[in-house]
C-alpha cells in the first residue's frame, strides 16, 4: 500500500505519495494509493482509500445540494490515458433540511486505468479535491504522485469495492425509461419514468446531465405500480438556455441497500 495524509508530505519506499493539503487536516481524513494489478492489454485496476475520522463524510460523484463534488485532474500522470473511477453504492443523509450523498467512515474508488506502454510501470499523478463534512463543509486537497508496477497482484479492498456497485438496468429489471421535458422561467424541467420493480419502501433517485455547467435539484420521487417517476428541474449556472442531451441523462435510483445505474432515455 502506498500512504498520504493530509496536511504532510510521505514518501513510501520507492513508491511516494505526495500531498498539498486545503482545508481539512490528516486528523480528519487519510488517502492511500492501492497499487492494484494489470488486467489483460492495456488495462490496470488500482484504487483511492479514503478514511475519514468519526461522524465525517465526504461525497459521490453527484452530492446533492448540500454536498462538494470531488474533482480528480490527473493531467500530470506517465503513461496514462485515462483515468476512470468507479464509485461504489453510498448513503443518502438527510441534515437541516437537506440532502447529500456520500460515505462515513471508509471508501475505496477503484480507478480504471488505460495505459499507453503496455508492460511498464505508471506513474499516477492527480490533484485530489473532495469535500468532508460534519456539522460543517470544508474543502480538502491531496496531490497524489505514485508509481504503479507494471503487473502488480490481487487486492481484496479494491475487489470488493469493484462489487459494491449499482446494479445494471438489465440487473434490476428496467424495460423502459422516458424523458419528457418542459420548459420553465430559467430552464427546463425534467420527468424520468423508469419501468422497473421497486428496489424498497421510499426509493429515492439522483439525475445527472452530460453539460457539467447544467445544475440539477433534488428529485421529486413518486411510484405507480411498475412505474417509478422523478420530476426535477434543469438551470444553467449562467442562466442561459440550452437543450438538453437525453443520451446524457443518468439516473441513480437508491433503495435500501442497493442502487440502480440508468444511462440515456428515450423522448416522450
Not at 192 to 220: C, R
Request: charged letters at 20%; hydrophobic letters at 45%.
Amino acid at each position: 500500500m502506498l500512504r498520504s495524509a493530509l496536511l504532510t508530505a510521505i514518501c513510501a519506499l520507492a513508491a511516494p505519495v505526495s500531498a498539498q493539503p486545503l482545508g481539512a487536516g490528516p486528523e480528519i481524513i487519510d488517502v492511500e494509493v492501492l497499487p492494484g494489478w494489470k488486467e489483460p492489454g492495456m488495462e490496470h485496476i488500482a484504487a483511492l482509500k479514503f478514511t475519514l475520522a468519526p461522524g465525517w463524510k465526504t461525497y459521490w460523484r453527484a452530492p446533492g445540494d448540500a454536498g462538494i463534488p470531488p474533482m480528480f485532474d490527473w493531467s500530470g500522470s506517465d503513461n496514462v490515458v485515462t483515468v476512470q473511477p468507479h464509485w461504489p453504492v453510498p448513503e443518502i443523509f438527510n441534515q437541516n433540511g437537506m440532502r447529500s450523498i456520500g460515505y462515513e467512515d471508509e471508501v475505496v474508488i477503484p480507478l480504471h486505468i488505460t495505459r499507453v506502454r503496455a508492460n511498464a510501470p505508471i506513474r499516477l499523478t492527480a490533484e485530489v479535491s473532495i469535500g468532508v463534512c460534519e456539522d460543517i463543509c470544508m474543502p480538502a486537497s491531496v496531490r497524489i504522485d505514485a508509481m504503479l508496477p507494471a503487473q502488480g497482484a490481487a487486492d481484496q479492498d479494491i475487489s470488493d469495492a469493484m462489487k459494491d456497485r449499482p446494479m445494471t438496468e438489465a440487473e434490476a429489471g428496467v424495460t423502459d425509461v422516458v424523458c419528457s421535458i418542459e420548459p420553465i422561467s430559467d430552464g427546463l424541467a425534467l420527468t424520468v419514468s423508469v419501468t422497473m420493480p421497486a428496489l424498497a419502501s421510499g426509493e429515492e433517485g439522483a439525475i445527472e446531465t452530460a453539460d457539467p455547467t447544467v445544475w440539477v435539484a433534488e428529485p421529486a420521487m413518486a411510484r405507480v405500480g411498475n412505474v417509478l417517476t422523478a420530476r426535477t428541474e434543469l438551470v444553467r449556472y449562467d442562466s442561459e438556455p440550452f437543450a438538453l442531451d437525453r443520451s446524457g441523462v443518468r439516473m441513480t435510483v437508491f433503495g435500501g441497500s442497493q442502487a440502480v445505474d440508468i444511462q440515456g432515455c428515450r423522448a416522450g
